[in-house]
């Protein structure tokens, strides 16, 4: 059976101000380049790909 597709809601945000090192800055704005996203929604992505990773790491199921 096929999923339906769900509109996404736009999750809530706040601003948040970090450091990056002009190293790091330089590497993703090359990942991205030519692509349709954003520096924002690059790191959203791998913030949220290390933190699932974490979460599985941490799963004792996976013991």
Do not use: H, Y
Request: proline share 8%; no cysteine.
């Amino acid at each position: 059976m096929a999923r339906k597709f769900k509109i996404p809601a736009v999750p809530k945000t706040t601003p948040k101000n970090i450091r990056f090192p002009n190293e790091v800055i330089e590497k993703v704005e090359e990942a991205i380049r030519g692509t349709d996203t954003t520096f924002s929604a690059f790191v959203i992505a791998a913030t949220k790909w290390a933190l699932e990773s974490l979460e599985e790491q941490e799963d004792p199921a996976d013991g």
